[in-house]
């Protein structure tokens, strides 16, 4: 081989292991380094009392420790200075034998501030070990929602708190023709949980996102969800690639969504889920901070 032509092979090699490296890196970045997305909700069914109430929603850590019996993790989460912190499914993974980061998580979070926690699909999946969970955290003054509401005091004024999980028929397949046709429906959410008061603030904490636009015509002034992780690879300046629907490009991959009044946050999640990985997409903490107008 020439000179010329062992160059260009160096060359050529050097610019491999660079990308390699480069690749490498992002994929520490975004498995692996913590960040906070923050977002402020106006409503004017906010009361005064609420103006400036901060929401910490963590979704989707499927077992993953972000350090040491997940240190960084509790410490971004304190940092924030929540008045809630609000679990929103997904915790462990279903294939899970023991659940002990979830636990010490737990164990950290309810010195920080009041926690709130609802299913996800995963937690569903494992409903042999559900007793256990809603056992565990009941002892440790979580407060778990089962399709039930509760009110949310401060000062001398109050929001409705609701949490929704339903059945895993919903979780769709969307590569199965009838998945497609299933959809859930205003009738089938106030089976669930009633009618909401459209007169007060109602804060809905469900799982997916899917079905955005059910909860908002059911009266959800605020909605925190997560399940897509963020679409696990994100494509700048597009989005999330793949849903766990197994939709390319779905609509409600991560961030903040707007229907009429209704507003709809979806948490890229923390953790990876039981076969998944994450790229361009580092695992988020969502504070949201609420507003009177």
């Given at each position: 081989m020439s000179k010329k032509g062992?160059?260009?092979?160096?060359?050529?090699?050097?610019?491999?292991?660079?990308?390699?490296?480069?690749?490498?890196?992002?994929?520490?970045?975004?498995?692996?380094?913590?960040?906070?997305?923050?977002?402020?909700?106006?409503?004017?069914?906010i009361p005064k009392d609420f103006d400036g109430y901060r929401i910490v929603q963590l979704s989707d850590l499927h077992s993953m420790s972000f350090g040491s019996g997940n240190r960084n993790l509790v410490n971004c989460v304190r940092k924030q200075k929540p008045d809630a912190i609000m679990l929103t499914g997904d915790m462990i993974n279903s294939t899970d034998t023991s659940y002990e980061v979830f636990y010490l998580l737990v164990d950290k979070l309810v010195k920080i501030a009041p926690v709130y926690f609802i299913v996800g699909n995963h937690e569903q999946i494992a409903s042999s070990r559900l007793p256990e969970i809603y056992a565990y955290l009941e002892r440790k003054n979580v407060t778990v929602l089962r399709n039930e509401r509760v009110v949310l005091k401060r000062g001398s004024s109050s929001i409705d708190l609701y949490g929704m999980w339903f059945s895993l028929n919903y979780y769709r397949d969307l590569t199965s023709d009838y998945a497609k046709s299933v959809f859930f429906t205003e009738a089938k959410m106030e089976r669930l949980l009633g009618k909401s008061d459209r007169?007060?603030?109602?804060?809905?904490?469900?799982?997916?996102p899917a079905y955005f636009d059910t909860y908002a015509s059911w009266g959800a002034?605020?909605?925190?969800?997560?399940?897509?992780?963020?679409?696990?690879?994100?494509?700048?300046?597009?989005?999330?690639?793949?849903?766990?629907?197994?939709?390319?490009?779905?609509?409600?991959?991560?961030?903040?969504?707007?229907?009429?009044?209704?507003?709809?946050?979806?948490?890229?999640?923390?953790?990876?889920?039981?076969?998944?990985?994450?790229?361009?997409?580092?695992p988020e903490i969502d504070l949201i901070v609420l507003r009177s107008r």
């Open positions: 062992k160059k260009k092979r160096r060359l050529f090699l050097k610019g491999i292991l660079l990308l390699l490296l480069l690749i490498g890196i992002e994929f520490y970045i975004s498995n692996f380094l913590l960040t906070v997305t923050s977002y402020e909700v106006a409503n004017e069914k007169k007060r603030f109602s804060l809905l904490l469900t799982h997916s002034d605020l909605v925190l969800s997560g399940h897509i992780h963020g679409g696990m690879i994100r494509i700048p300046f597009k989005g999330g690639l793949f849903s766990p629907e197994k939709e390319f490009f779905p609509r409600f991959d991560a961030g903040f969504f707007q229907n009429g009044d209704s507003s709809l946050i979806v948490s890229r999640g923390l953790g990876n889920g039981t076969r998944g990985f994450r790229f361009f997409n580092t």
